[in-house]
C-alpha cells in the first residue's frame, strides 16, 4: 500500500506542512511547530511500502532528510510522479500535469510561493489563511492519487 506525500515549506526552506493520505490513516496534515522527527515517524503507517511524490526525490523526501534526518527512500520504495510523467513527455510542475490531464482542483490558481504567502500570514495570525493552505496541501496530496490512476489508465505506470 502507499502513501501519497506533499509538503509545504517557509521561505527559509523549513518545512511548515507536511500532508499525507493512506488508506488506513486516511489524511494527515502535520503542522509546524508540532512536526518533530518523532511525530512523523509515528503518524507513518508501517504497513505501507511505497511512498508516492511529485518532484518528491529532489524535494519533498530531500527536504524530510535534512530537517528531521528521517530518510524515507530508505524506508520506502519511491515512486516520483514528476519522472514518470516526463518519461512519456508529459512536462512541467503539478498544476500543469493535472490541467493537462483533466484533473481538477478547488484552489487552482494557488501555487507554490502562494502557498509561502498564506504561511506567513497565518504566522501573523490568519486563520483563514492556514486553512486554505491546509486545503491547497490536501488537494496536493489527494490529486497524487488521481494521477496515478490517469498514468496507470494510459499504462505508463504499473
Known amino acids: 500500500m502507499s502513501i501519497y506525500l506533499d509538503i509545504e515549506t517557509n521561505w527559509d526552506g523549513d ?11 486516511g489524511l ?4 509546524a511547530p508540532e512536526i518533530t522527527q518523532e511525530k512523523l515517524q509515528d503518524s507513518l503507517p508501517e504497513s505501507a511500502s511505497r511512498i508516492v511524490t511529485y518532484n518528491g526525490n529532489c524535494f519533498d523526501l530531500r527536504v524530510i532528510k535534512h530537517q528531521f534526518g528521517i530518510n524515507l527512500r530508505e524506508r520506502y520504495e519511491s515512486c516520483d ?3 514518470v510523467c516526463q518519461g512519456v513527455g508529459i512536462t512541467g510542475g ?13 484552489t487552482e490558481g494557488i ?3 502562494d502557498a509561502l504567502v498564506l504561511w506567513e500570514n497565518h504566522r501573523r495570525g490568519s486563520r483563514k489563511d492556514l486553512d486554505l ?5 490536501k488537494e496536493d496530496v489527494m490529486n497524487l492519487i488521481e494521477l496515478e490512476k490517469r498514468l496507470k489508465e494510459r499504462k505508463v505506470l504499473v
Do not use: C, D, M, P
Not at 503539478?94 to 478547488?106: H, P, Q, T
Not at 493552505?133 to 496541501?137: P, R, V
Open 15 to 25: 518545512i511548515t506542512v507536511i500532508g499525507f493520505y493512506h488508506k488506513i490513516t
Open 28 to 31: 494527515v496534515q502535520l503542522i
Open 81 to 83: 510522479l514528476r519522472w
Open 94 to 106: 503539478l498544476k500543469a500535469v493535472e490541467r493537462r490531464l483533466g484533473i481538477s482542483r478547488e
Open 111 to 113: 501555487n507554490g510561493k
Open 133 to 137: 493552505l491546509l486545503k491547497y496541501n
